[in-house]
Each structure stands twice: as structure tokens, then as C-alpha cells.
């Protein structure tokens, strides 16, 4: 059964999280505070983190941050926000997604599922082919770790999932909506302009001096592809 901590400072909205995802077969922790939401989640085996951005004592953008230097799980942030800045950098730190109240537990419920089961497949396939070398970039995936030419590069979760993603498929052409797709897990659901950010993110870490080799060619009007 796949555990899920809600890190949620609102009752009425934690219970109803809880209730419908209980129904769906999860096993549900709750937290309602930011700090003790983050000790739980480090100090316990969860599957998945749903975390409210406005939280007491530590919100929910510093809860990603540190989760994200031990763990690679879906976090979907919970957040009243609609400023699609909040949004980018939610999903820039790390966040895999967002989503804003009101929202329906039926969507809830179907986020949850894609996720896991997206993650789930990353880890297998992570597993299968462990290790791919390209032009002196080797992605070492048992450790999801980025080296360029020795040194190793910090990649947030996205940015590393999209990179294997496109390395692991060269000179094939992927459009925005597929890559976010393939890499959110999910279909139609969230702006796919944050592909747009993630990879010029990306090429800022792998396609830097003094090599600036390029690695991720952008077709214009069509999408990016990754170059062997």
C-alpha cells in the first residue's frame, strides 16, 4: 500500500485529502505544521508528500527545498496561489506539481495515481540502463547523479528526470506537451511552459564554459531534441 503525508494546516481541507484518497486504497500520515511536517516526511517512508505552500512555522517552498536534497518522491504542492510565478518556482525547486484551491478530490485523487505510477516507472527504468555517457556528460542513474567532463552538476528532480528523458532518446524530437506528459505523467493537465524553464535551466548547468558543448537543440515551432 503507498503511503502519502499531507502536510496541510487547514483540518477541513487535510480530512477531506485524507478521505478520498483512504477510499483509493492509500495509507494517509497528516502534519499541520511546516516543521514537524518535514521532520515526519525525513524521518519516515512515504511514497508521496502533498504539502500546502502557506504553512506555520516553515512553508511549503523551504519543505521542498530540503526534502529535495534526500529524496526523489512526487511532491504536488497545495496552494491557494495563482500567480503562475509561484508556480514556476514551486516546480523549479523541485515540486512535480501544483495544484490550486479549490480543487476537485476526484482530480486530486487522479494527480496522485499519475504521479506515483509515473515515478514508479522511472525507477524501473532507472534500474534497466544505469549508467549513459554522451560527449564527456555521463548520467549516472543508480545514483541520479550529472557529471560534465569529472565535475559533478546539481540538477533539481525535473530537470534531471527530463534530461535522462532526452538522453536516453537521441536526436528523436519531442514537443512540449509530450515531454511534459512523459516527465509530469500527466495528460492536459498543468502548464507545459514550464518545459521551457527546465531546460533552459539545464542547459545552463551542461552547457556551460570553458567546453559549451551543446547537448539540447531547440527546433523552432516544433520542440527540443537531444543531440548524441
Known amino acids: 500500500m503507498d503511503r502519502i503525508l499531507i502536510i496541510e494546516d487547514d483540518e477541513s481541507i487535510a480530512q477531506l485529502e485524507r478521505d478520498y484518497l483512504e477510499m ?10 511546516g516543521e514537524a511536517g518535514l521532520q515526519k516526511a525525513e524521518s519516515d517512508n512515504y511514497d508521496l508528500i502533498l504539502l500546502d505552500l502557506m504553512l506555520p512555522i516553515m512553508n511549503g517552498f523551504e519543505i521542498c527545498r530540503q526534502l529535495r536534497k534526500k529524496t526523489e518522491i512526487p511532491i504536488l504542492m497545495i496552494t491557494a496561489k495563482t500567480d503562475d510565478i509561484d508556480k514556476i518556482r514551486g516546480l523549479g525547486i523541485g515540486a512535480d506539481d501544483y495544484i490550486v484551491k479549490p480543487f476537485s478530490p476526484n482530480e486530486l485523487v487522479a494527480r496522485v495515481k499519475a504521479h506515483l505510477s509515473r515515478y514508479k516507472r522511472l525507477v524501473q527504468r532507472e534500474n534497466s540502463v544505469r549508467e549513459i555517457s554522451i560527449k564527456g556528460l555521463r548520467i549516472d542513474q543508480a545514483s541520479r547523479r550529472v557529471f560534465l567532463h569529472g ?25 512540449k506537451d509530450e515531454l511534459f506528459e512523459r516527465i ?45
Do not use: C, M
Open 24 to 33: 483509493n486504497g492509500f495509507e494517509i500520515d497528516i502534519e499541520a505544521d
Open 151 to 175: 565535475e559533478e552538476k546539481t540538477l533539481t528532480a525535473k530537470e534531471y528526470d527530463l534530461l535522462v528523458f532526452l538522453a536516453a532518446h537521441p536526436n528523436r524530437v519531442f514537443n
Open 184 to 228: 509530469w505523467g500527466l495528460d492536459a493537465i498543468g502548464d507545459n511552459s514550464t518545459i521551457t524553464v527546465h531546460i533552459r535551466r539545464i542547459r545552463e548547468k551542461i552547457e556551460t564554459a570553458p567546453h559549451r558543448q551543446k547537448f539540447i537543440e531547440t527546433i523552432w515551432g516544433v520542440g527540443y531534441r537531444f543531440l548524441p
